[in-house]
């Protein structure tokens, strides 16, 4: 869709245009449509946009009103592109999510299912892998995302698995996994259980989440649908990890002044317009907000994932694939790949303007590089066996599929600690590298182990060379520097096979 076109709004003098509409859905989560949008007035059009990740809560039926995006980007006082996704629908296993964090209907006795449930790493990676290409696509400046109540939880989630790829994260009336609360305090949550479980969130995501510049915490002492306890716990635990971590307090006479609250009801959980949209805002969040995003990530920042693997070795004779040149939108021509370019990881890229409205289930993975059917094998990245006690079940046990995959430069997680509730075949050193299932594995995942792929590397969904015209998409050659819409990756690490 041509920008500009068919403005939704300008109440405030801002325009809203609707960009790209596409469907997230994986092996082990449902249906998560995202939708994504333009806001700006006449004078920012030439600007390097905001990417503004937006996560609902868990009623008003999802997705924020164009006159909220419009408010926020006035605030923000730049060109801002709201990416907004759903929250998955239920997996054909029966887990339900809270965003990233998923819970089986046992584990929400109580509706208890933000204290027992478990990161699920599959859908944390196809979102942000989906974020990636989006900041690619629209060539943003920076990434924030945030949201109310479940939405601040979706924040805090994606703040811990993506840490290089966002430069602010708001939390606002979010919450942790697991509580400090004792049971009588209307939470309900077993103690000390569910304080263990909190501890390990701390112990675990904190760190991480303490890499991203800056991290908003606003929460009312007058809420009892999330605790303010647990948030200021994690602030604490932001701030000793030497995290720049703000907890902003709404005071209590400001809980409930959300005007379409029930009157009588008064739980200390409305203030999303004082915190995020009314003039209120602006002293509480978004002149601090603002100061972070115009500043540069510290070296420090820059290096929260491990450093790259050397090169390991590269094919020396030209793959046979044709592969498009994608620059700025525009397909600039189709060639043979030379030796040279063989060198490179040829990534599938999802046309956003142009993928169906619902992407065949199976057939995209969170992962950087393609899948060629005739690659040659690079030693060295096998998978380790995963045990058959990992809290995800036995569907994750025995030794994991292998694909055709490259690897990509700088594309291992740091090791986790045995303990962590993604489990024990976490634990140990980092994986040699990550992949994306083969052509069969990704038309057949129903009858090959979750997990074959874990992670979202530096960018984007990517899918096998074989599906791309089925799916609408476009391959994209990808490196670490980008011009315009085009992203180079250099090959290095191991190919399974």
């Known amino acids: 869709m041509a920008l500009w076109s068919d403005p939704l709004g300008s109440s405030s003098g801002s325009f809203v245009t609707s960009l790209s509409s596409f469907v997230l859905q994986g092996e082990g989560f449902g249906k998560s449509a995202c939708t994504i949008y333009e806001v700006c007035d006449v004078a920012q059009r030439g600007e390097a946009p905001y990417l503004f990740v937006w996560l609902h809560g868990a009623d008003g039926g999802g997705g924020i009103p164009e006159k909220d995006m419009q408010a926020m980007q006035r605030r923000l006082g730049r060109r801002t592109v709201f990416f907004v996704p759903m929250n998955p629908s239920a997996a054909s296993d029966g887990l339900r999510f809270f965003w990233g964090v998923s819970y089986t209907k046992k584990q929400n006795k109580n509706a208890l299912g933000f204290v027992f449930g478990e990161f699920h790493q599959e859908y944390l990676d196809a979102l942000t892998g989906a974020v990636r290409q989006a900041k690619l696509e629209v060539n943003a400046s920076r990434v924030l995302v945030g949201g109310y109540s479940m939405g601040g939880f979706g924040a805090y989630q994606l703040g811990s698995h993506a840490p290089d790829l966002f430069h602010a994260v708001i939390s606002a009336a979010g919450y942790g996994l697991g509580t400090l609360e004792p049971p009588n305090a209307g939470f309900g949550a077993p103690q000390p259980e569910s304080s263990d479980i909190f501890q390990a969130f701390l112990d675990q995501h904190v760190p991480r989440l303490a890499q991203v510049p800056g991290v908003f915490v606003v929460h009312s002492p007058a809420d009892s649908i999330s605790s303010f306890n647990d948030a200021a716990a994690i602030v604490g635990a932001l701030q000793a990890h030497g995290g720049n971590a703000e907890l902003l307090i709404v005071s209590e006479d400001a809980a409930n ?20 949209l009314h003039d209120t805002s602006e002293v509480l969040l978004y002149a601090q907000l603002r100061r972070v995003l115009e500043e540069e990530r510290s070296e420090a920042q820059c290096r929260v994932l491990p450093p790259p693997f050397e090169m390991s070795a590269f094919p020396s004779e030209p793959m046979p694939q044709p592969f498009f040149r ?172």
Not at 259 to 275: E, V
């Open 257 to 276: 002044t959300d005007p379409n609250r029930k009157k009588k009801q008064k739980l200390g959980h409305s203030y999303f317009n004082y915190a995020l």
């Open 326 to 497: 994608v620059e700025g939108g525009r397909t600039l021509g189709l060639s043979e790949q030379t030796a040279e370019e063989a060198s490179l990881n040829w990534g599938t890229v999802i046309d956003l303007e142009n993928t169906p409205p619902v992407v065949p289930r199976g057939s995209i993975r969170a992962a950087l590089g393609t899948a060629w059917s005739n690659a040659p094998a690079v030693p060295g990245s096998a998978r380790p066996p995963e045990p058959a006690g990992s809290p995800t079940g036995a569907r994750r046990a025995g030794t994991p599929a292998r694909s055709n995959a490259l690897a990509v430069l700088g594309s291992a997680r740091p090791p986790e600690p045995a303990g962590s509730p993604t489990g024990a075949r976490r634990a140990g050193p980092p994986r040699g590298s990550v992949g994306l299932a083969s052509a069969t594995l990704a038309r057949e995942t129903s009858r090959s182990p979750r997990g074959s792929v874990n992670w979202a590397p530096p960018t984007a969904l990517t899918a096998s060379a074989r599906h791309a015209p089925s799916l609408g998409l476009r391959p994209t050659p990808v490196r670490p520097a980008v011009v315009s819409h085009t992203c180079y990756w250099r090959l290095a690490g191991s190919m399974t096979g």
